[in-house]
């Protein structure tokens, strides 16, 4: 018995941060009070059994969208009430965050554990409000989770441990349905590739159950290439918000996409404190690790360009200087490359993700650590620039970018179990201090917006 209750404290001691992270995420999802937006029309389509759920995806599947996995979770949770889908939404955090502990191989680093709640928790809810609550959430929360889980073979080979049959089911189901968004299809498929081409490069050989999610990966991107409804929705969504985009090329559909992840993630008028965070921790890391003057000096200009831009950005925010002086935000269907003004704050936005990348190198030098911090970086806003292929990239609205945020919080995590102690110390606290202040705010914002 007292074995017992020892084995359980050690349990709590080593998890209570992710229990209160849970209650959180329970507290806040509560506070939605109706679905909304696109949530009503999937109400008002009378899905009630089987036979009128498949109607029902047929008729989108021919008209509108090849997301069957995800519509048929939007149905379901709609169904099932507000209560059923506050507690699926929970976990659903809850199991993001937990996927990329087991991921990154966090173990007992109270303050890495603590500092990747404290991410998670600085998570802006209303991205998950984008489409409407039950529609969002199914689409993109959901499609986040499984295709975490569908990276889990890539945690095994590198820890040299088999998978069981179950598991090997498990991790097919899983990037079956994440490669039912056109998003996580591209960026697994992406990391799979590289996958494959590391162990290539360090082994000679390719493991099979890489080949296995390639070949899910591609067979999905056909279903969705091959979708009727995609191509007449394309059409429709070109003629109602972006006309001009019909004439553009594959390079300025591309240059489009790279440059608008880049700016809306640095230059939020809502201000983004992840990038804040990303950016501070990177020169942190810098500071300690990188002995040349020049580079550090480097680092420490990107951090204060991003910090200045930031506080210009809440001056026009409370109208002391003009809303158009310096960062000029269009409508929707408009994009940067419209105005000289915004095409400067879109490569200024570039270079400061070209110079992250540069620091990763200086950081980690040309290692496998390397290679793999750079495929989290690629991977989290390759996600948002593969929309540029759609129109909607511009009036989408913040949901496009909930998978940047989690490479994000992927990548931070990565660098600190690989550059920083077990035990926190003066710098590790420091990181930790500035990440739950920005935390804080972060969870001041949300229950505003909730309210």
Known sequence: MLQDIKNFMKTYKENYLYIVLGMMFLLMFFMVREPFGDDLYYQDRGVHDLNSLGAFLTMRYESWSSRMISETVIVLMLGMGMTAWRIFSAANCMAVVLSMKYLIGIGNSWWQNATLCMLAAAFPISYYASAGWVTTTSVY???????????????????GKKMAWWEVIIYIFSAVAACNLEQVSAVLLGIYLCACACEMFFRHKIQWMQVIMVFICVISMIFIFTCPGNAFRKIVETEQWLPQFANWTLIKKCLCGVLHAVDYFFYNKSINLIALILYFVMAALTMRQVKS??????????????CASIGIILL???????EEAVFRWGGSGQNMLLSGGDIFRAVSALLLWLLLAVDLYWLLGKSKDFFTALIILCAGFGSVAIVCFSPTIYVSGSRIFIFCYYAVYLLISFLLKKLCPANAEKGELLILSVTGLCSFASFLKNLIFLI
């Open 141 to 159: 929360l959901f499609s986040a989770v499984v295709g975490l889980v569908a990276l889990f073979p890539i945690r095994k080979w590198l820890d």
């Open 293 to 306: 003057a020049w580079k550090r000096a480097l680092c420490a200009a990107g951090g204060v360009w991003l």
């Open 316 to 322: 026009q925010k409370a109208h002391i200087i003009g």
